[in-house]
């Protein structure tokens, strides 16, 4: 069925949005909040989790399940969108994930739990992809720039609000609450959905491409479960690591190959041909690595070292994620305003060089403040890549293909995530250990012979000798994950030299010395948009 332009998008068009366009947005930004503030909260609830359902050897499961639901079926719901419309997925997507809650609140033991989570994580795949693909159709990439700013503030509010709300839910309602709060919100959005967003159904003749699907599947599953196990677990050099690296790369290689034979593969190479796309898609993978990295390890670090409670470590983050909410926004309306953009991936990858570069020399007598400043410098940085990169991603792709440029760019920055927690993990963990056996001895050694990282009330059991040594070593770890982090950065940086500043499609008057349509993929191409 043929699409029709949207009233207020297109090159005639733009410019304020209708109110149904609005009201859809609203019930997007729900759904992405879901996808984000789950995790977040579910970490303040496990230990009362365990302490209800037992099963603490299969704890770290209850995440594993969900990153890998979600990460292998990033890209299948994207490929769905594309073939038989975005509505109907994504409100797929929304049933699925609201189920896996109510089941997980429903749970008996850890088994179930996990199994849940697995189900959940599946829905979860298809609301981040969802929203950006649906965004994609509605929204003229040269318009789109006035969302990042709310993109970047949901995702603010859940690293900072989730793990409040989780504490609060779990101290007076149970941890139960923390999965069965996304039924009303989610139905908020599911009904939003429905009746406010009107687009055509698509119906296509072709399969999906199930081998493909498994292939993909077979290969994420074994990347994030080595970057889950390795280091922890298992030793890296250890038979079943190895035996999982084999299988995720035959399993990958296969389905590059099995790619360029599928009637309708589930990630068509040919966007790849787009040099920003896979720009775009190196940069996200970078920012990923990066982003999850941080924000894990800077806690750590207020905590063991500058003294901070749970609670106001996550707040003490508020430097960085100010400063990319704020950077994003203002990122936002001057691409909206000049249809320039090549300028923020360039700024973004040297300011995340050298806010990582500053974070990397804390020691303890770090105070707040400076610890603060470094964030936000690296909170500027990421707030010009975060979701440039997803606009000039779908900006260099045709309508078509919009859901699986959406997918491949989501799962490229979350297979990132996963690398960066475990790489950036296993050198912190090994150069605590290190640094324990030498300003401790015997000690120092027992003390991290079962993990790197302690509680607040584990490190307050500590003799004062072995607390100082821990604190100088917990410095030390930091300081070589994010000086990693900044090495990988300097990546990141490197290709947003070589970006195309392509024409955004929209309405506007275009730059004068801007590319003639048909540059660089399909880009110049005025996109059409289903009637809200």
Request: glycine residues 12%; charged residues 10%; hydrophobic residues 50%.
């Amino acid at each position: 069925m043929a699409e029709t332009p949207q009233a207020g998008t297109g090159e005639a068009g733009a410019g304020k949005q209708p109110k149904s366009v609005r009201v859809v947005l609203l019930a997007l930004m729900i759904a992405m909040m879901l996808a984000m503030l789950d995790n977040m909260i579910i970490g303040t609830a496990m230990p009362t989790i365990v302490g209800e359902l037992g099963g603490l050897e299969h704890l770290s499961w209850v995440v594993t399940a969900y990153t890998l639901a979600t990460a292998a079926s990033t890209p299948l719901w994207g490929k769905l969108g594309d073939m038989y419309g975005r509505k109907g997925s994504f409100m797929t997507s929304i049933v699925i994930f609201l189920a896996g809650s109510a089941l997980s609140g429903m749970a008996q033991d850890m088994g179930q739990l996990i199994g849940f989570r697995a189900v959940q994580g599946l829905g979860a795949g298809g609301l981040m992809v969802g929203v950006m693909a649906i965004i994609g159709d509605l929204i003229p990439p040269r318009e789109r720039g006035k969302y990042q700013g709310m993109m970047a503030g949901v995702m603010a509010l859940a690293m900072i609000g989730g793990p409040l709300v989780g504490g609060t839910i779990t101290d007076h309602w149970g941890w139960r609450w923390s999965f069965y709060i996304n039924l009303p919100l989610g139905a908020i959005a599911l009904v939003a959905v429905s009746a406010v967003l009107h687009l055509p159904k698509k119906r296509s003749q072709a399969r999906i491409d199930y081998l493909g699907a498994a292939l993909l599947t077979i290969g994420i599953t074994a990347i994030v479960l080595v970057t889950t196990w390795g280091g922890t677990e298992y030793a890296w050099t250890s038979a079943r690591i190895m035996e999982l690296i084999g299988i995720g790369v035959a399993a990958l290689v296969g389905f590059v190959f099995w790619q360029t034979r599928a009637a309708e593969p589930i990630v068509p190479l040919h966007i790849f041909r787009s040099r920003n796309f896979t720009l775009m898609s190196i940069i996200g993978f970078i920012v990923g690595f990066v982003m999850f990295g941080a924000t894990l390890f800077l806690p750590l670090y207020q905590q063991s070292v500058q003294g901070a409670s749970a609670t106001n470590s996550g707040l003490l983050l508020l430097p960085m994620l100010g400063a990319m909410l704020v950077t994003s926004m203002v990122a936002g309306r001057v691409t909206t305003n000049t249809g320039r953009y090549k300028i923020f991936p360039v700024l973004g990858g040297a300011l995340m060089t050298v806010g990582l570069f500053l974070l990397s020399t804390m020691d303890t007598d770090t105070t707040r403040f400076t610890s603060g400043l470094y964030m936000a410098v690296v909170g500027l940085g990421m707030g010009c890549l975060m979701q440039i990169t997803m606009l000039v991603a779908q900006n260099s792709v045709e309508m078509k293909d919009m859901g699986v440029a959406s997918s491949s760019t989501t799962l490229f920055r979350t297979l990132g995530s996963s690398f960066g927690v475990a790489i950036m993990g296993a050198l912190f963990n090994h150069r605590v250990q290190d640094v324990m056996a030498e300003r401790a001895g015997a000690l120092g050694s027992k003390v991290t012979e079962q993990s790197a990282q302690l509680d607040a009330a584990s490190l307050a059991k500590l003799p004062e000798a072995a607390r100082e040594a821990y604190q100088h070593a917990v410095s030390s770890g930091t300081h070589g994950a994010f000086l990693l982090g900044a090495a990988v950065a300097v990546l990141a940086l490197v290709a947003s030299v070589f970006v195309k500043e392509v024409p955004l499609k929209g309405a506007g008057p275009q730059p004068a010395d801007a590319p003639a349509d048909g540059e660089d993929g399909a880009t110049a191409k005025t996109p059409v948009t289903e009637t809200v």
